[in-house]
T-cell receptor, first 111, second 114 residues
Framework: GEDVEQSLFLSVREGDSSVINCTYTDSSSTYLYWYKQEPGAGLQLLTYIFSNMDMKQDQRLTVLLNKKDKHLSLRIADTQTGDSAIYFCAESSSGTYKYIFGTGTRLKVLA | NAGVMQNPRHLVRRRGQEARLRCSPMKGHSHVYWYRQLPEEGLKFMVYLQKENIIDESGMPKERFSAEFPKEGPSILRIQQVVRGDSAAYFC????????????FGSGTRLTVV
């Protein structure tokens, strides 16, 4: 079945860039998403990218998609302590409503 | 707009009891999705409902779990005769009738079975 994988932990210093990586297996993935989960909270949609795009930028966030390698990354520029959270990668195929989530990457930002 | 509201935030049940989790979608949203997050895992799809209809329950365990979304009131996820393995965070998401990209999730209900 479809699978989405992420590394479990990432630690960066405040002001540095963070890069969170994700790989997926479903060739028919049409949309790929990044969600942020702060402690005790729900999931907040950060951004998404359509599979015919290579890159999407939104303020401090840059999403890169390598469709050939099925690799997605989220870059956070000038990382702040408020960015400390779990980041989930998810994918869905066109016409479906089921999202396949990764296990999440716990980002810790050191002051 | 209050967003997707779930309650309770935390629920403790003894083995064998029933758990009822409630989800009120965002205003104007008529599609509701339930996901479960087991410890150290990602979210897994459980069920997709529209008002008074279960559209897809392929992710629901065959026994003890049921869901409904009545014409009036919140969507309910019911777990009967809970077991320790049901301990998880249960998230609800909603979307408008025309769909759209990226669900809005509630804050979740964290169920602990003791």
């Amino acid at each position: 079945g479809e699978d989405v994988e992420q590394s479990l932990f990432l630690s960066v210093r405040e002001g540095d860039s963070s890069v969170i990586n994700c790989t997926y297996t479903d060739s028919s993935s049409t949309y790929l998403y990044w969600y942020k989960q702060e402690p005790g909270a729900g999931l907040q949609l950060l951004t998404y990218i359509f599979s015919n795009m290579d890159m999407k930028q939104d303020q401090r966030l840059t999403v890169l998609l390598n469709k050939k390698d099925k690799h997605l990354s989220l870059r956070i520029a000038d990382t702040q302590t408020g960015d400390s959270a779990i980041y989930f990668c998810a994918e869905s195929s066109s016409g479906t409503y089921k999202y396949i989530f990764g296990t999440g990457t716990r980002l810790k930002v050191l002051a | 707009n209050a967003g997707v509201m779930q309650n309770p935030r935390h629920l403790v049940r003894r083995r064998g009891q029933e758990a009822r989790l409630r989800c009120s979608p965002m205003k104007g949203h008529s599609h509701v999705y339930w996901y479960r997050q087991l410890p150290e895992e990602g979210l897994k799809f459980m069920v997709y409902l529209q008002k008074e209809n279960i559209i897809d329950e392929s992710g629901m365990p065959k026994e003890r779990f049921s869901a409904e979304f009545p014409k009036e009131g919140p969507s309910i996820l019911r777990i009967q005769q809970v077991v320790r393995g049901d301990s998880a965070a249960y998230f609800c998401a909603s979307s408008p009738p025309e769909g759209g990209r990226g669900y809005t999730f509630g804050s979740g209900t964290r169920l602990t079975v003791v």
